[in-house]
């Protein structure tokens, strides 16, 4: 299982390289060039590596970007290889809009684990008694964060943003309407496929002064999607619904104890496997389209789909 993984890539000719928590990126003739890696990570941190999962994040952003289009205009120009996308190279908004449609989660970001604890004001709203794990909130609520490129992502609330004008109040006010009508679209359309969007994230930049969304948008790593009927069914029993989506990865994380905090445990093939099959699975529910499977390395692969660039 090792040797089929895409860990990083160096590319000669475009320039210095970038590396956030998955993607590698260059910054080339007024573009970036966006490699996904297979790398994941969970509570901020880099755990491991899942074969096909770069492909999986990159080709299922392509697929939201084209039916959110119309919604906001997003950062995608091509889609050269199953791993890279060119996009505009557009100013990040250093602000991480979390989206939440239930009350879950085992991170020290989710709203679930506050509430166990206790805190009924949480992100600066104020949640009702008698909430239990996973249920359905009267409506989506917004719990934005900062954007680290490495580290923890910090809570924030919206009077926060306001109060140290991180940004400006009529650029908060068009972020907020904005991720809830994509919220609401990707709703929509995993629904029809038997799925829950249960919550995810947004990120925005600005691109001649204009709002536009960046870096992926409905995908396992950047959201948590339930199968509908496990819901239905196990939600009442205290049961976790069936999921597909990174939580698989980060419940067998925090049921051996770990949260972010110290070394992680070593991840198992059988892990692995189980989240790349997780990831194929939910592209190919919310597409319609048969994942292709292909075989590694792929870093040559990668050159060849970029030689055209130049």
């Given at each position: 299982?090792?040797?089929?993984?895409?860990k990083?890539?160096?590319?000669?000719?475009?320039?210095?390289?970038?590396?956030g928590?998955?993607?590698?990126?260059?910054?080339?003739?007024?573009?970036?060039?966006?490699?996904?890696?297979?790398?994941?990570?969970?509570?901020?941190?880099?755990?491991?590596?899942?074969?096909?999962?770069?492909?999986?994040?990159?080709?299922?952003?392509?697929?939201w970007?084209?039916?959110?289009?119309?919604?906001?205009?997003?950062?995608?120009?091509?889609?050269?290889?199953?791993?890279?996308?060119?996009?505009?190279?557009?100013?990040?908004?250093?602000i991480?809009?979390?989206?939440r449609?239930?009350?879950?989660?085992?991170?020290?970001?989710?709203?679930?684990?506050?509430?166990?604890?206790?805190?009924?004001?949480?992100?600066?709203?104020?949640?009702?008694?008698?909430?239990?794990?996973?249920?359905?909130?009267?409506?989506?609520?917004?719990?934005?964060?900062?954007?680290?490129?490495?580290?923890?992502?910090?809570?924030?609330?919206?009077?926060?943003?306001?109060q140290?004008?991180?940004?400006?109040?009529?650029?908060?006010?068009q972020?907020?309407?904005?991720?809830?009508?994509?919220?609401?679209?990707g709703?929509?359309?995993?629904?029809?496929?038997?799925?829950?969007?249960?919550?995810t994230?947004?990120?925005?930049?600005?691109?001649?002064?204009?709002?536009?969304?960046?870096?992926?948008?409905?995908t396992?790593?950047?959201?948590?999607?339930?199968?509908?009927?496990?819901y239905?069914?196990?939600?009442?029993?205290?049961?976790?619904?069936?999921?597909?989506?990174?939580?698989?990865?980060?419940?067998?994380?925090?049921?051996?104890?770990?949260?972010?905090?110290?070394?992680?445990?070593?991840?198992?093939?059988?892990?692995?496997?189980?989240?790349?099959?997780?990831?194929?699975?939910?592209y190919?529910?919310?597409t319609?389209?048969?994942?292709?499977?292909?075989?590694?390395?792929?870093?040559?692969?990668?050159?060849?789909?970029?030689?055209?660039?130049?």
């Amino acid at each position: 299982m090792r040797s089929n993984i895409f860990k990083t890539i160096n590319i000669k000719g475009y320039g210095k390289k970038y590396s956030g928590k998955v993607r590698d990126y260059y910054i080339f003739d007024g573009k970036r060039i966006l490699i996904t890696t297979d790398r994941i990570s969970a509570f901020d941190v880099n755990l491991g590596y899942i074969p096909y999962k770069g492909a999986v994040l990159n080709l299922l952003s392509a697929f939201w970007f084209e039916k959110t289009k119309k919604i906001v205009a997003n950062h995608m120009i091509s889609v050269p290889d199953p791993n890279v996308m060119i996009v505009k190279d557009a100013k990040p908004i250093s602000i991480e809009m979390v989206i939440r449609g239930y009350i879950t989660g085992v991170t020290a970001t989710s709203i679930w684990g506050s509430y166990e604890e206790g805190e009924r004001i949480i992100y600066g709203i104020k949640f009702p008694e008698g909430l239990k794990k996973n249920q359905k909130l009267p409506t989506p609520v917004i719990t934005p964060t900062t954007k680290a490129e490495t580290g923890h992502d910090e809570r924030l609330t919206e009077k926060e943003i306001l109060q140290r004008r991180i940004i400006p109040p009529k650029l908060w006010e068009q972020m907020k309407k904005t991720a809830l009508l994509l919220f609401e679209k990707g709703t929509e359309i995993c629904s029809k496929a038997g799925i829950i969007l249960v919550d995810t994230k947004y990120e925005f930049g600005l691109l001649d002064g204009k709002l536009i969304l960046i870096d992926e948008i409905h995908t396992p790593d950047s959201s948590r999607f339930w199968v509908k009927d496990s819901y239905n069914k196990k939600f009442s029993k205290g049961l976790e619904p069936e999921n597909f989506d990174k939580e698989f990865l980060r419940i067998w994380y925090a049921d051996r104890g770990y949260k972010g905090e110290g070394k992680p445990p070593k991840m198992p093939e059988s892990l692995q496997k189980g989240v790349a099959n997780r990831y194929i699975t939910i592209y190919e529910k919310i597409t319609g389209k048969k994942f292709k499977r292909f075989k590694y390395p792929i870093e040559e692969r990668i050159r060849k789909s970029l030689s055209g660039l130049k």
